[in-house]
C-alpha cells in the first residue's frame, strides 16, 4: 500500500462525490490498496475531511504505476485561472 498527497489550485472546481464541487487551493490524496486499486479523494488545503473524487477510482495493472496516476491525476487538476 502506497500513498501520496499534492497540494493543487482548481479554479473551475472539481466534482466529488459527497460535496459536489470543491473550487480554490484544494489537496489531491491517492491511495493504492493490495490488488492494484487506487482511489483519489480531494479536500480542501488544510482541513481534515477528504471527498471522493468523481470517478477517482482505478485498478493499475503494476503497483509501481501509482507514482505516475497521482502525478497525471495532479496535472489534469491543477487549473488554477480555469
Avoid at 493504492?32 to 477528504?50: N, Q
Avoid at 471522493?52 to 509501481?64: E, F, P, S
Wanted: aromatic content about 6%; hydrophobic content about 35%.
Amino acid at each position: 500500500m502506497s500513498e501520496y498527497t499534492s497540494p493543487f489550485a482548481a479554479g473551475p472546481g472539481v466534482m466529488t462525490e459527497e460535496a459536489g464541487v470543491l473550487t480554490g487551493d484544494l489537496e489531491l490524496r491517492t491511495v493504492s490498496a493490495p490488488g492494484g486499486a487506487v482511489t483519489a479523494k480531494v479536500r480542501y488545503a488544510g482541513t481534515d475531511e477528504w471527498y471522493r473524487l468523481r470517478g477517482g477510482q482505478c485498478k493499475l495493472v503494476h503497483d509501481g504505476d501509482h507514482s505516475a496516476v497521482h502525478s497525471i491525476l495532479v496535472g489534469v487538476l491543477n487549473r488554477p485561472i480555469g
